[in-house]
């Protein structure tokens, strides 16, 4: 009579056990319903995997949920360089937002464990999470120069090989297309190429030559488009202006590689002094000390 009750006890436990293993793996199968597999199929239908995918699927929902808080400043503003910078990534302004929020949280973080690490301060962490929050803003900023850099440095060669075909006989739109066809990849020719896909498509001339303006926004480049403009509304030869232009822009480049050579040396007087010159001087000068004080 006395084993009965602790059977019993056995069999409530056994009971109780198999429920809450069969309420854990229910909440862990409506989880996997309700978010996992959703997320699963998004970033299977946007071909995305691995940690990319998940990293960019945050982004893109933390971008929905800034959408609503965002200032319109702030949005042209960052719109505005991501366009220049040629759009890295497909970012839009609020995904840019995730990612200096992304970049303020993860910097917090990285600040609490080296205070932690070396016992300092706690505090600290809020300078290290202040330059994760302006990280993208720098990186954002060296994309665009680096694609002013590359623009630079094929605008020349295109703009001789349109100068050219357009001597040769060809239209604009044919001269452009000999561009796209043999110039040298880049985001360069990637705009000529956005340029006549317009231009096919029935824009006018001078409105797809000003949103290119827009979209690079480099000095050489506004330059030399509003020369076709005005010659498009002058009713000048392209040629001849494709020529000036051309003359121009090597001109140009030529001056800027002096200027650069010509502060070369300027620029090399700081690591001269603090670098080459003490170790000339301890070379020098150490044997004739080492002499004196023996």
């Known amino acids: 009579m006395q084993e009965i009750p602790s059977i019993l006890i056995s069999i409530a436990y056994l009971v109780a056990a198999l429920a809450t293993a069969a309420a854990v793996w229910l909440f862990i199968y409506w989880v996997y319903r309700s978010y996992l597999q959703k997320l699963s199929d998004e970033m299977r239908n946007e071909s995305l995997g691995g940690m990319k995918g998940a990293s960019s699927l945050i982004i893109r929902r933390l971008g929905v949920i800034n959408r609503r808080y965002m200032r319109p400043n702030y949005e042209n503003s960052i719109r505005r360089q991501l366009v220049r910078a040629g759009e890295p990534g497909d970012y839009h302004p609020e995904e840019f937002m995730a990612l200096q929020e992304i970049g303020l949280v993860v910097g917090v973080l990285f600040g609490l464990f080296g205070a932690n690490a070396f016992e300092a301060n706690l505090l600290w962490a809020v300078p290290v999470g202040l330059i994760g929050l302006w990280y993208p803003k720098i990186w954002l900023r060296d994309q665009v120069k680096k694609r002013h850099l590359l623009i630079s440095r094929a605008l020349p060669y295109d703009l001789d090989l349109l100068t050219l075909s357009v001597e040769a006989g060809l239209d604009f739109t ?102 080459i010159f003490p170790m000339v001087f301890l070379v020098l000068f150490s044997p004739i000390v080492y002499a004196l004080m023996n």
């Not at 297309?177 to 001339?205: C, H, I, S, T």
């Not at 030399?224 to 003359?247: N, P």
């Open 174 to 275: 044919g001269a452009l297309a000999k561009v796209v066809e043999k110039g040298k990849p880049g985001p360069l020719r990637d705009e000529f190429n956005l340029v006549l896909k317009q231009l096919k498509m029935g824009k006018g001339r001078e409105e797809s030559l000003k949103s290119m303006v827009y979209r690079i926004d480099l000095p050489a480049v506004t330059q030399f488009i509003s020369a076709l403009i005005q010659a498009d509304r002058m009713g000048t030869s392209l040629g001849k202006v494709l020529r000036i232009q051309s003359t121009q822009l090597r001109f140009d480049r030529t001056q800027r590689a002096e200027k650069l050579a010509n502060e070369a040396p300027v620029k090399m007087l700081f690591p001269l002094i603090a670098c």
